[in-house]
């Protein structure tokens, strides 16, 4: 079975679900830090740390397991410069001790939740894998060093490993059943249509004066998911032999900050309150991928690739369940 580590958060709960519509036998461990009991549904739920050995030990021997992906890691940018010792603790320690498990009990497959911020301010249009590593944000470098590490418990541990390096995850399960409750959010897009909605105050554009059509900035949006599906991909290509790989996922399409409030504002049919504000120190103008090695390696294609429909599957969503669930 799998063990998906931070599966009631955003991205793991779609990836259960997606491991689930495969039949795949699955199981959550999750702190509930920042994640929610209720985005669980059909897997057993451990409460607890990544960083507790016994737990996950016995997790790993009571349900058979034999791969792990693991969401478990703190994602803001902003409090990561603020409280950087809280981001190496939890993405980088807790990780070695999740990993150290892993290698005593065995398991031989591991997914990382990898971003695109290990590469800090973009050198060209559109980054591939090949592009330069320079993060430039604890977060970023949290991300940068479990790459780093995994390396030497294949040697070790024959622990074979898939890194996938999200740009930027949005979207909600088109059911409506799964969606983004994060607290405090930060996203574009959740941010947007909580102000559409009148459920969160106006929404501020951060800098009008970046090298873009507009004068907004630019980034690559990818449905959570076609990002659970990557998963499902990458596992089956660890369990038939796959060599350990990084690769990034996004459509290869960017849109600007006024697109995607010309979207909300198209799929609501209401208008986006929004207040003008400077820009943010380490915003590139533009961030837009190139996941063709996920397409030649896993067969990966994004389902919901327009911006459109990303926007309004969360919608649908944010109307469905207008606070936290939590």
């Known amino acids: ?55 996950v030990r016995q997790t790993i021997e009571a349900h058979a397991v034999d791969a792990v992906m693991h969401f478990a890691s703190f994602i803001q940018v902003g409090e990561s410069v603020a409280q950087p010792g809280k981001y190496y603790d939890n993405n980088v320690a807790r990780t070695i001790a999740l990993l150290n498990t892993l290698a005593a009990c065995g398991v031989r497959h591991f997914i990382f939740s990898s971003t695109a911020a290990i590469f800090g301010e973009p050198q060209a249009d559109v ?6 590593q320079r993060p430039i944000n604890p977060y970023g470098r949290s991300k940068w060093l479990v790459e780093q590490l995994l390396p030497d418990y294949e040697r070790a541990h024959g622990l074979r490993s898939v890194c996938l390096r999200y740009f930027n995850a949005a979207g909600a399960h088109p059911d409506a059943s799964l969606g983004e409750a994060h607290d405090p959010e930060t996203h574009l897009i959740p941010l947007a249509i909580g102000a559409a909605l ?84 380490g915003d590139p103008a533009r961030l837009v991928a190139s996941a063709d090695k996920a397409r030649a390696l896993l067969g990966w294609t994004p389902q919901y690739a327009q911006l459109s429909a990303i926007v309004s599957h969360a919608l649908a969503w944010h109307r469905k369940y207008p606070a936290f669930w939590d």
Do not use: K, W
């Open 1 to 55: 079975s799998v063990l998906v580590v931070g599966g009631a958060g955003y991205i793991g709960s779609h990836v259960v679900r997606a491991l689930q519509a495969r039949g795949c036998a699955t199981v959550v461990l999750d702190n509930l830090s920042a994640g929610h009991r209720q985005a669980v549904r059909g897997a057993p739920l451990i409460v607890a740390d990544v960083a507790d050995a016994a737990v």
């Open 127 to 132: 980054i591939d894998e090949r592009h330069p």
């Open 198 to 281: 009148g459920q969160r105050g106006a929404l501020s554009v951060f800098g009008q004066d970046f090298p873009t059509p507009d004068g907004t900035c630019i980034r690559d949006y990818i449905h959570v998911v076609d990002l659970a599906q990557a998963h499902i991909l990458a596992l089956d290509y660890l369990r038939q032999g796959g060599a350990s790989a990084q690769m990034n996922l996004g459509n290869g399409t960017g849109y600007s900050v006024m697109e995607v409030i010309a979207a909300v504002q198209a799929a609501a049919n209401l208008p986006v309150p929004c207040q003008m504000a400077g820009r943010r120190a």
